[in-house]
């Protein structure tokens, strides 16, 4: 929408509006240049972006990408937000995540900007009889606490309530969340847990508790598993409803029941589906409410944590960034409550540096950017409307598969959820494998003489459900073998490049290869000769002019000098050539074979 100045001059009133049949045509003209001779919408797919879930990105959005009508914050469909004035007036909640506490560690995370806490309480985690010493000096009425607790949640909350009855809280000023979540707890463990427990729960904090809710629809389980973003809104809408069913028969009203819930999501480091996810899953929400004759208490209440799946144990320090992208899609998507893992969380316990980083990301965003200051800063980009928009019908559908199998517990127990996932996960392991997704730091511009970070361990987490992922898996089975073999022999497995011709020649490649084999774990040797560089293998670098006249005789002077596989840089066929490495090989494949071949275990 174009502002005119006060005279009401436009400066654009006298040049034609450009249409997009203007615009595809000049598409057009640049694939042409680069050997591409498609036209009209097929030129437009070109530049277009394949999501998972069937989704596409394209490269221009305009009017015409129309999307239902969003609404009003604070109103049903409630996509804008789940309340009127957002988070405008203090930003959202700052909710830091605790599996251990150490001395003070609670209350130095709230004497510095976190405004609640998440405890993993029993199995993993605190046990139940330190709640009392980790709250320590903290005051109840002022700090909202949410457990997670799995099947010591009836203690847990009964030991919350009592600290809270000991400390002199009031009934109504009590604010937090139970964390009962029989169906998140079945899908990480495979245990099944009876609901009774949390209906109970549900039913006391709903008479004597008003600020108090009693159930967690955790959809990190999902994401973590290697779910989707449309899986992990289905889940969590299938659970959502389970979870009304229950209470409504336990004795609940609709809207006593729908207070009850807290969904929690994944906020990844892609922004615009982070912000259309939590969007979309409010849309959702707001229908389920809709058709259980509640709309109007169809807002649901969000708690984003930022995705463990992308957290990456090598280079560490790039999770900051992550996470820092991450929690600014949550705010902007419009959750209420944001965790930000610390940088560490995939090393071990965080220590008191990376605790303060993960609170000050938020803080920064909320007190000196401002993000939160505009309700729904998206609201209103077409693509944004119509990614959210598009979001909600995948989501929606996977909901109904799950509703037509008998339900979110039957799929679980039957496997079919298992196994939708892991087809999901397969096909993005494809992409990182062949660094199409790359991971900073890890499949990208690694660093070998990287000092590691240590911490101490953290507490095993619950298992035997769902598998627990993460992107940088493969390449960290492949660098644990390359830190073995430096362990065992003081030295890491090397391959020489081999550089052809000038530098304008041979270093986009070399490069290309240095990170390829750094990747991996194997050192890349430039300096002297081949036999100087302690190396059994080689890899040529330089450019395809250089390739056709030297390639072969270069490969031939290798193995001559010992090369035991030679390497090129590039696409071909050449005597004397092993391998190939190019942009888009399987870098996981070729970086075992090299390892296998070098001996590496």
């Known amino acids: 929408m174009t502002v005119l100045p006060d005279d009401g001059l436009s400066l654009a009133a006298e040049f034609p509006d450009a249409t997009h049949e203007q615009w595809q045509r000049l598409v057009e003209g640049v694939l ?28 221009l959005y305009t009017a015409h990408d129309t999307a239902p009508d969003a609404g009003l914050p604070g109103f049903p469909p409630y996509v ?35 405004t609640s806490l998440w405890l993993l309480v029993g199995r993993g985690g605190i046990p139940v009889s330190g709640l009392a010493r980790a709250l320590d000096g903290v005051y109840l009425d002022l700090a909202p606490v949410v457990l997670d607790a799995g099947r ?12 809270c009855d000991e400390k002199g809280v009031a009934p109504g000023a009590v604010r937090g969340n139970l964390g009962a979540d029989p169906l998140g707890y079945e899908a ?63 004795g609940l009203g609709v809207e006593q029941a729908l207070g009850q819930l807290e969904f929690r999501y994944a906020a990844t480091a892609d922004q615009f589906l982070t912000i259309a996810k939590l969007r979309a899953a409010r849309r959702l929400w707001a229908r389920v409410a809709e058709v259980s004759g509640a709309a109007d208490a169809g807002a649901q209440v969000q708690h984003a944590v930022t995705s463990p799946v992308m957290m990456s144990r090598r280079d560490p320090w790039v999770n900051m960034l992550r996470t820092t992208i991450a929690t600014l899609a949550a705010g902007v998507g419009g959750a209420d409550s944001v965790t930000v ?9 965080p220590d008191a540096f990376a605790r303060r980083i993960a609170r000050n990301t938020s803080t920064i965003l ?21 990614l959210t928009d598009e979001l909600a019908h995948a989501g929606w559908e996977f909901f109904r598969t799950i509703e037509r199998d008998g339900g979110q517990a039957a799929v679980l127990r039957s496997g079919r959820l298992r196994t939708d996932l892991a087809a999901t996960w397969a096909e993005r392991s494809k992409k990182l494998a062949k660094r199409r997704e790359p991971i900073t730091g890890v499949s990208e511009f690694p660093l070998l003489a990287e000092k590691p970070v240590e911490r101490e361990p953290a507490p095993e987490p619950p298992s035997g459900g769902l598998p627990r992922v993460r992107r940088d898996e493969a390449y960290e089975e492949l660098r644990a073998r390359s830190d073995a073999h430096l362990a065992a022999t003081g030295a890491r497995p090397r391959i020489y490049l081999a550089t052809l011709g000038s530098a304008a020649e041979y270093t986009g490649r070399a490069t290309f290869a240095s990170n390829l084999f750094q990747a991996g774990g194997i050192e890349p040797v430039t300096a002297g000769s081949f036999q100087e560089s302690g190396a ?59 390892l296998d071949r070098m001996g590496v275990s």
């Open 341 to 349: 893992l610390p940088f560490d969380h995939a090393i071990g316990l």
């Open 536 to 594: 059994g293998e080689a890899v040529l670098c330089s450019s395809d002019d250089r390739y056709a006249e030297e390639a072969e005789s270069a490969a031939e002077s290798l193995k001559a000098a010992g090369a035991r596989h030679v390497v090129l840089a590039g696409r071909g066929a050449y005597a004397g050539v092993d391998s190939y490495v190019f942009a888009g090989c399987d870098a996981v494949a070729v970086l075992s074979e090299t």
């Open 32 to 59: 042409r240049k680069s050997g591409k001779e498609v036209s009209g919408e097929a030129a437009e797919d070109a530049l277009s972006t394949a999501l998972e879930d069937g989704l596409r990105t394209r490269p």
């Open 152 to 163: 010591d949640t009836e203690a847990a909350a009964a030991e919350l309530l009592r600290l």
């Open 80 to 114: 804008r937000g789940g309340r009127p004035e957002g988070s405008a007036a203090g930003g959202w909640d700052i909710r830091q995540r605790h599996a251990a506490a150490p001395d003070g560690a609670v209350l130095a995370d709230l004497e510095n900007g976190v």
């Open 188 to 250: 990480r463990t495979g245990e099944s847990l009876d609901f009774a427990p949390g209906a109970a729960l549900a039913r006391r904090t709903a008479e004597e508790f008003p600020g108090l809710r009693a159930l967690t629809v955790d959809a990190l389980p999902y994401h973590e598993a290697g779910g989707s973003a449309a899986q992990e809104l289905g889940a969590s809408l299938a659970t959502g409803v389970t979870y009304l069913r229950e209470l409504t028969e336990a």
């Open 366 to 386: 909320v007190e000196e950017s401002h993000l939160a200051r505009v309700i729904d800063p998206a609201g209103g980009s077409w693509y944004v409307e119509r």
